[in-house]
């Protein structure tokens, strides 16, 4: 099934193994304790910040508007947040170089900043000692997952690190079937975002339903199955089993041009709204592995990454975030209320443009009573 990993993990239209790699790096062990240890009341307010609403932007160093804006959706993840708070440093290694307690520094000097704005260097200096440098532009979605991976992998609680990991957490079967023998086969597989194609998808939901569309192995791409012995033709896709608190929707808007080396963007026009219904946009054999109620499947739309320029790596990053009721906009050091008017100005459909990379979502609360509140 190593092939149907690239589809899950890959922006690009095209194979990737890096982000094949980091994925694989994320992966955490099963056995972890589900809960922490050492509670204590969450301090971090959000009332920082010119509209008192914890909304501080951060200083670009030249080309850290990619950094800067995938930072601002992590702040204003306040289930994130409130998880990162309870991190404490107890290592033996380099502070300086400590994600984990960089990031938290860095969101309790914005829980604290009387100004409109802050200086992260040093977050921006532990980012450069783990290999993430300020002089080069980023992809937003490559960056987020290097963030959780570096999160993952330098906090020595892990129990809180997999508080962290679950809330991005989508679960699902890689699923195949042997077109002559009937046999099927499934393997748990996971993902921390969803990387939706958008060419001839028009709308967000198209886009799911294309990813998760199955997809016929013929000809050179048939191989063994054990039932039959010899090569056969398959079906292979995902099933859903479960969708996190918090989901990523990545906008696959980069492609390989293989005669110029370089990765050109897509400028396809992909509408998306305030609420998404999962169970309205897949199909019931689609959900039919999926362990959640049809109300635990809505989502809210709560942060919009905004590229524009013509490659994946140039052009200048900005966020859009939805703080209680009002959309914000948070280019580098400078936050503005804008609108859910000019948020659809990112759906695309021209070079010129600024497009939606990354959405991200949260899931509906649901009462007691199993109704969406
Ligand atoms: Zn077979």
Known sequence: MGSVLVRTNSNLQEESSTKNQLSNHLNMNESDEKTCGDFQENTWLYRSGRFGNGAVGLHNFGVTCCINSVLQTFYMTKEFAHILERFQFLGTGEKEANTPHQLRNLFDMMQRSKEPNIRPRAFINCLKKNGINDYIQHD?????LKFLNLLNSQMQNQALAKEITDLYTIRVYEYQQCLQCSAELKNDSYMYSLPVSIVNCRTVEDSLIHFFDFETLTGRNMYLCKNCNVDTEKTQGFLLKSLPPILNLNLKRY??????FRTMKISNTCEFAEHLDFSKVLSADKLSECTEKQ????????????HSGYSAFYGHYYACIKIHTKWYKFDDSHVSETSWKDVRNTFGGSYYCSTAYMLLYRKCPTSPSGTVS
């Not at 937003?140 to 987020?144: V, Y």
């Not at 109300?295 to 905004?306: H, K, T």
Request: glycine share 0%; no cysteine.
């Open 140 to 144: 937003a979605e490559e960056l987020f």
């Open 295 to 306: 109300n635990e499947l809505q989502y809210e739309l709560f942060a919009v990454v905004a």
């Open 255 to 260: 492609s390989i041009d293989r005669r110029w």
